[in-house]
Nanobody, 120 residues
Framework: QLALVESGGGLVQSGGSLRLSCAAS?????MGWFRQAPGKEREEVSC????????IYADSVKGRFTISRDESRNMVFLQMNSLKPEDRAVYYC????????????????WGQGTQVTVSS
């Protein structure tokens, strides 16, 4: 069981940028970012495997968001550029000790979420 803590959310104007961070309490093979907007289902934004062997982005964020990780610190980051009002959501960090990025398997470890609000 892993503890995950997200940070970096906040309020930003349309077109602005935010950088989300997530720290895990131990080793993770896969780390990812999900988001859930009011009245919508949870959506997978991006995921990254150990060593960057696999990186996936949702079509809605491709070209605007970049995922990266610092494995020595058990951390993952999400650089969000050109933010749009549609990006407003609670963003959750997720992690798993297995290679679940790009599969339908569920993550077994979740953070509490950090709010991202984009104003027009």
């Amino acid at each position: 069981q892993l503890a995950l803590v997200e940070s970096g959310g906040g309020l930003v104007q349309s077109g602005g940028s935010l950088r989300l961070s997530c720290a895990a309490s131990g080793f993770t093979y896969t780390m990812g970012w999900f988001r859930q907007a009011p009245g919508k289902e949870r959506e997978e934004v991006s995921c990254i495997s150990d060593g960057g062997r696999r990186i996936i982005y949702a079509d809605s964020v491709k070209g605007r968001f970049t995922i990266s990780r610092d494995e020595s610190r058990n951390m993952v980051f999400l650089q969000m550029n050109s933010l749009k009002p549609e990006d407003r959501a609670v963003y959750y960090c997720a992690a798993d000790i297995t290679p679940v990025c790009g599969t339908s398997q569920e993550y077994h470890n979740w953070g509490q979420g950090t709010q991202v609000t984009v104003s027009s």
